[in-house]
């Protein structure tokens, strides 16, 4: 198989209205960028015809690979299948829940021969409905101030980077959402451009069950990007606070019994703190473990990221 310079990877799910369309845009677009390409479609177990159609492109176009899922995995298994599956050194992603004028593929890319490492497609104007925009907005703000990453659009679903990205970062479960901060807390440069988000139908969010797996997402990242490598400091932090605030519950009780100021007997304060301190020692055992598993196998941890050595043969 021919390496490629670059490599197109879109998820779709029940596009067979669209999908030719698609397809076409998306060559067009690619035909614009200097060197070769090869756009991989990966369908993530549609129910309607999508997947017929896009057997029926492959037979036409060399450059077009179908990988279809045996059941719905999501974006993030999508982009990974993608990836092994393309030889580009350049990746463009988009999702097939975003309609944007992919015209503007090329804008991303170039964006990268300024330095950039990874560029995040900003959906503007947007034209989706103002719930699904408040809530991505309150997303974005929220991630934005805990892991210091200053993009107003980073689960656009459209980015393009370089492959070397992804050789130091995983994506898993909805992580594909978290990308430009995994990204990020390995070093590599960020930089966001717009792309125009086209009219359409649009999903929205309407359940509390998304809105409660995105808040366990964020917390997730937190962990990952700040005490992956440290569980003891995050663990060992709130299981000392609980400790040594059940600590002084208990020491209080004593005090207040020893100087016979009242019983204690049946109160509720001895049992949060009798509970603050089996909780803070749980928490602490916890962060133990997990250092200790890390230690075991420091060796295979690789947390730095180097950019260049010179004269490493000499």
């Keep these: 198989m021919s390496k490629a310079s670059h490599s197109l990877i879109i998820s779709v799910f029940n596009l067979s209205n669209t999908v030719k369309t698609v397809y076409q845009d998306l060559t067009k677009a690619m035909g614009r960028l200097p060197g070769s390409y090869d756009i991989v479609f990966v369908d993530d177990a549609s129910t309607d015809n999508t997947y017929e159609q896009l057997v029926e492109l492959a037979q036409t176009d060399s450059n077009l690979r179908v990988i279809k899922m045996r059941t719905s995995f999501g974006e993030a298994a999508a982009l990974d299948a993608g990836l092994r599956h393309s030889t580009g050194e350049r990746i463009v992603f988009i999702s097939g829940r975003v309609r944007v004028n992919v015209a503007q593929i ?29 809530i991505s907005g309150l997303f974005n703000w929220i991630v934005s101030r805990i892991c210091k990453v200053r993009l107003r659009d980073m689960n656009s679903g459209v980015f393009a980077s370089t492959r070397a990205v992804f050789d130091k970062i995983a994506v898993y479960g909805d992580l594909n959402n978290f990308i430009a901060v995994l990204a990020s807390q390995q070093g590599y440069q ?42 003891i400091h995050f663990m060992g932090f709130m299981g000392a606070l609980f400790f040594l605030i059940g600590l002084g519950i208990e020491i209080y009780l004593f005090i207040y ?5 009242g019983p204690i007997a049946g109160r509720p304060l001895i049992i949060l703190g009798a509970l603050l301190l089996v909780i803070g020692i749980q928490l602490i055992s916890i962060g133990l473990l997990g250092e200790m598993i890390i230690f075991t196998h420091a060796g295979d941890i690789e947390e730095y990221n180097i950019e260049t050595i010179l004269n490493e043969d000499s």
């Design 106 to 134: 090329p804008d991303l890319v170039n964006a990268l021969d300024l330095g950039n490492d990874l560029v995040i497609g900003r959906r503007y104007p947007r034209r989706d409905a103002l719930m699904n925009r408040w």
């Design 190 to 231: 960020l930089a966001e451009v717009d792309i125009e988000q086209l009219s359409g139908t649009f999903r929205m969010s309407r359940y509390p069950k998304e809105y409660v797996s995105r808040l366990l997402d964020i917390i997730t990242v937190f962990f990952l990007t700040r005490y992956s490598k440290k569980p």
């Design 257 to 261: 019994r020893i100087l016979q100021l």
